[in-house]
């Protein structure tokens, strides 16, 4: 092992090509991820498959097996990218998502962006939040939740935040999506515009 020049011991240098090798699977990562996201948005999550992720990502199908596993991996993958991506967004991103627009404005963006995202991932939310399909007691529920009911009271309801702010988005989650879209048979953008409506009716309540 080698000593540092204040006499700690320095980690061994990776074999050759070590940090070329993890720049590219970083590399791959990224490029992997936008192709099943672009392949959501333009053709829906049916789409999504290992073969179509590598095409689309101009790489093998190893790759895909390699850093993924399986469709599961790379779905749960790109659920945990999206959530990353729209909890950036509503924190420090520009508005009418960010900081800076209206409370209202700012809600109703939240709700169509995480409308969006419950559908491009439904099932595997669905199986990964078990029978219900939600994340009451999951860290992304806490941080949404946190912000929901921070917009809440700029718009002035100052009592029962806990309450209200789940009402607000109940109809955001996973099992009450499934039940609009399989069982009433409402496609996202009127799920969308009758949420927008309900939420805009409390505002207008609340003032």
Known sequence: M???????????????????????????RRLLLAAAKDLIDNHGAAAVSMDAVARAAGVGKGTVFRRFGNRTGLMMALLDHSETEIQRAYMSGPPPLGPGAPPLTRLLAYGRARLKLT???????????GASGEFIDHPVWAASNRHVQILLDQLGFTDQLDV?????QAPLQAS???HLREFVGLDLETITTQWERMVTALAAGAE
Do not use: F, Q, S, Y
């Open 2 to 28: 080698p000593i540092g020049p204040d006499g700690g011991l320095l980690p061994l240098r990776p074999p050759d090509g070590g940090d070329t090798e993890r720049a590219d699977a970083a590399r791959n």
């Open 176 to 178: 009450a999506v499934r």
């Open 164 to 168: 209200t702010a789940i009402a607000v």
């Open 119 to 129: 559908v491009d991932h439904l099932d595997i939310l669905l199986e990964a939040g």
